[in-house]
């Protein structure tokens, strides 16, 4: 329970140690799960971008289940990974909803409790963090491993597998050479109406993409030793990535660009060829998944849902998803959060900023020498740019959108405002869908005993040690 928070007494129970019963008698089947770093929506050959190479991904997308409204629960690592394992909303894990933290051993995570039900368990690079784990005996993703491959070189015949393929792609910093060795047209680019336009962004965003090409590549050869070991079609691939690209405005923000995310789920016999599925999904819906894939019983503290109806076409519909954020990095005076809670429908985006008085990218005149000011901003060539012309036209209003300061409430209709551009919070004619947009978050919070429902400006995630 969260230190000197009281009076939340919701149905679910917080970080409740809870073990899973296995449901059924059916062989337990493999799962691959592959996850990048900082690769956000659309970038993927099968949403259909012009410049992304990702043969690998529109492959699972073919093979099996494309999802094109998929976003994680957090758009920074630590709390996004950790409501994978977990299955929880971040909010609900203490330290564990802030970067570069501690996840407390009394969660459980998805990779023990198929341990514990027989499966053997491995990882390879970044899994749970940045952060800290001293309580647990090796990364709550698992134990560690060079590759997938001397994994599975190592792989009982009759034992299920559950392997977590991690990878540092596509986080900054970048490698100019990679770009240029990619082949990526910087013409073919989508460069988004919240960046400027200029040759310096456009070379940036070729990096990236050839650092998302490079972690495809990586999980083709992945599926290339599946095949070789006889075991494709008794095993599930999910790929995806852990939250929104690096840009300013995307990434530790919530607006579409920092939390959404590609995600393709291949699993023969049970995911059609070719299906789309459109509904609604969270990152933390992947651990219901996978136990229920695996014949367990989903733990009461689990807040994802199971995607294995979806992948059936038997989903009830999904009216709304919530995403948020704590303390990302190191970018205020006194090490201070800039808390966000924002509901996602098909078509609106409602967000509640706590604290509106706070800079949401950071202090302006906090430099640590890390991330330079604004240090919720990831430091390369377009911040850089963005910072040294903030006054010239063609770059202020950009400049803006990242780093001024937010009302409490924001509110975009995201059928004719996909960027989220246009604030409505304030518009008359749309007081009815913000109070019902309102309404909806706030009793989500308090179902899922979010601190904040009961008292919004607690400053426990400000106190939580940060480790970076």
Not at 91 to 108: C, I, K, V, Y
Not at 374 to 392: C, M, P, S, V, Y
Request: with cysteine.
């Amino acid at each position: 329970m969260l230190t000197g928070i009281t009076g939340i007494t919701g149905a679910l129970a917080l970080g409740a140690p809870a073990r899973a019963a296995r449901k059924g008698p059916e062989r337990p089947v493999n799962i691959l799960f592959a996850i990048a770093d900082d690769w956000g929506y659309p970038d993927a050959g099968a949403y259909g971008s012009r410049a992304a190479r990702t043969p690998t991904f529109d492959r699972l997308a073919d093979e099996g289940a494309l999802f094109t409204r998929a976003f994680c629960a957090a758009p920074s690592c630590t709390p996004s990974r950790n409501a994978i394992l977990t299955g929880q909303a971040p909010h609900r894990l203490e330290a564990g909803a802030n970067l570069w933290s501690e996840l407390p051993a009394t969660f459980d995570v998805y990779p023990d409790l198929l341990q514990q039900a027989g499966y053997r368990v491995g990882r390879m690079r970044k899994g749970y963090g940045p952060g800290v784990f001293p309580q647990w005996p090796h990364n709550p993703a698992g134990p560690g491993f060079p590759s997938f491959g001397e994994f599975l070189g190592q792989q009982p015949e009759q034992t299920p597998f559950c392997f977590w393929l991690g990878s540092s792609d596509p986080h900054r910093p970048y490698d100019p050479e990679l770009g240029e060795q990619s082949g990526i047209d910087p013409a073919a680019v989508d460069v988004p109406p919240y960046l400027p336009d200029t040759p310096e962004v456009r070379t940036d965003i070729v990096n990236y993409l050839a650092e998302v090409q490079r972690f495809d590549s990586e999980v083709g050869d992945a599926l290339r030793l599946l095949d070789e070991h006889g075991l494709a079609e008794n095993t599930i691939v999910v790929m995806t990535g852990d939250h929104g690209w690096p840009w300013p405005r995307a990434k530790a923000n919530t607006y579409d660009a920092g939390t959404r995310v590609p995600l393709a789920v291949r699993w023969p016999g049970r995911a059609a060829p070719g299906t789309v599925i459109d509904r609604l999904t969270l990152l933390s819906d992947l651990a219901p998944t996978f136990l229920d894939a695996a014949g367990l019983s989903t733990p009461p503290a689990m807040t994802g849902q199971s995607l294995l109806p979806a992948l059936s076409g038997t989903a009830a519909p999904r009216g709304f998803v919530v995403v948020e954020r704590e303390r990302h990095a190191l970018a205020r005076e006194g090490n201070l959060a800039y808390p966000v809670r924002a509901l996602r429908t098909d078509r609106w985006l409602y967000i509640r900023n706590f604290f509106p008085e706070r800079w949401p990218a950071g202090d302006p005149d906090f430099d640590l020498g890390l991330q330079g000011v604004f240090g919720d901003i990831d430091a390369g060539r377009t911040k850089t740019q963005l910072l040294e012309n903030r006054h010239r036209p063609g770059f202020a209003k950009a400049f803006q959108l990242a780093t001024a300061k937010r009302p409490a409430e924001e509110l975009y209709d995201l059928a004719s405002d996909p960027h989220s551009l246009k604030n409505l919070a304030d518009e008359p004619r749309q007081t009815a869908v913000k109070t019902r947009l309102r309404k909806q978050l706030q009793n989500w919070m308090l179902r899922t005993d979010d601190p904040r429902a009961i008292d919004p400006r607690t400053d426990f995630w400000d106190k939580v040690e940060y480790y970076g």
